[in-house]
């Protein structure tokens, strides 16, 4: 059985930095393409980031390129999303997601593993 459980949120100030961690388990996670999405009140869960196993560079939303990074380390079970110059309209749940097969996907749908997600709130 995959598990997968957050940490690392919390409250900071526009442009401040934070990382995000998710600790998995289960015997199929370190061949899985996983990922980080985020869900606003009353919104769907957005894709962030998602990265493929072994030596991917990761892929990004739009509105994260350039100032979020994603990495996983499967020797430590570990998948990370560092945010750096942080926004208001950052501020959401992060939930990290693992999908069976090494695609990654940027639709939440098609990840059948989710963390219970950690609130990061970015003040203006």
């Known amino acids: 059985q995959v598990q997968l459980v957050e940490s690392g949120g919390g409250l900071v100030e526009t442009g401040g930095s934070l990382r995000l961690s998710c600790a998995f388990s289960g015997r199929t996670v370190s061949t899985s393409a996983m990922a980080w999405f985020r869900q606003k009140p009353g919104k769907e869960r957005d894709f962030v980031a998602g990265?493929?196993?072994?030596?991917?560079?990761?892929s990004y939303a739009n509105s994260v390129r350039g100032r979020f990074t994603i990495s996983r380390d499967d020797a430590k079970n570990t998948l990370y999303l560092q945010m750096t110059n942080l926004k208001p309209e950052d501020t959401a749940v992060y939930y990290c997601?693992?999908?069976?097969?090494?695609?990654?996907?940027?639709?939440?749908?098609?990840?059948?593993?989710w963390g219970q997600g950690t609130q990061v709130t970015v003040s203006s």
């Open positions: 997601a693992a999908r069976r097969v090494a695609v990654v996907i940027n639709s939440a749908p098609y990840y059948e593993y």
């Open positions: 990265i493929r196993p072994i030596g991917d560079a990761g």
